[in-house]
């Protein structure tokens, strides 16, 4: 009734009526599927998003992971902090390595950056880095 009454005072009797219906025709339109169309957008924002940036850093951890695995006895690697040093030997998730004469360090698997040079010698048996760490322990007396 309000709507009536204004819509008489903008424009007047006449009008009155072809406002009223305006308005009436207006409300009855109904809105389209918004809904929809925003879910699927922002699915879509969601896919891309995983795509862009989960993938390739499961592909990059895979990587780490398999240098890891073909960590040996000889190899010059470089930590993540910068130190560089041939590995002397390979425990679970330890590795001592060499950085100078006599100095060792021994740092967590997870530390290496990358291998910077592969050992050309074979990885050695565990009855020979026992008797290598044996001869090593007489040489430190």
Do not use: C, Y
């Amino acid at each position: 009734m309000l709507e009536r009454v204004l819509n008489f005072i903008n424009f007047g009797p006449a009008g009155a009526t072809d406002a009223a219906n305006t308005v009436e025709q207006a409300q009855a339109v109904p809105a389209s599927g918004g809904g929809l169309s925003g879910m699927l957008f922002f699915l879509i924002i969601i896919i891309l998003m995983w795509v862009l940036l989960f993938l390739p850093q499961r592909r990059q951890e895979k990587k780490h992971k398999e240098m890891l695995s073909a960590l040996k006895k000889g190899d010059k690697i470089v930590t993540s902090s910068g130190i560089i040093g041939k590995i002397i030997s390979i425990t679970n998730e330890r590795i001592r390595i060499s950085t100078a004469d006599k100095t060792e360090i021994d740092i967590t698997k997870n530390a290496i950056a990358g291998v910077l040079s592969k050992s050309d010698k074979p990885e050695a048996t565990p009855e020979e880095t026992e008797t290598e760490t044996e001869t090593e322990t007489e040489d430190d007396k």
